[in-house]
């Protein structure tokens, strides 16, 4: 069974940092595309940030750029989001999903709130 959780997620000030993890079953983590998402209230889901299978290629939304890193553990099965100089407009609740970042399976989420 395919199976997806997310942590880390907090309240963190403006130009503050939080690490996201996402420690998946059911597969290999390296062998799929994984993303993470990200929704706030009222708004579309927003894809964020993404690592290719096997090789590990990433590529982020330009909002994120330079401020996000994507990673991943394949020893520990997790996927990692790496977050740096939050704004309050990256509040949102975070998701990893696998495969289709549109449809793909995804967890729970985690909440992040950036604010002062």
């Known amino acids: 069974e395919v199976q997806l959780v997310e942590s880390g997620g907090g309240l963190v000030q403006p130009g503050g940092s939080l690490r996201l993890s996402c420690i998946v079953s059911g597969f290999a983590v390296s062998n799929y595309p994984m993303h993470w998402v990200r929704q706030a209230p009222g708004k579309e889901v927003e894809w964020v940030a993404f690592?290719?299978?096997?090789?590990?290629?990433?590529s982020y939304a330009d909002s994120v750029k330079g401020r996000f890193t994507i990673s991943r553990d394949s020893a520990k099965n997790t996927l990692y989001l790496q977050l740096d100089n939050l704004r309050t407009e990256d509040t949102a609740m975070y998701y990893c999903?696998?495969?289709?970042?549109?449809?793909?399976?995804r967890g729970p989420g985690t909440q992040v709130t950036v604010s002062s």
């Open positions: 999903v696998k495969d289709v970042w549109s449809s793909g399976p």
């Open positions: 690592i290719s299978s096997y090789v590990g290629s990433t």
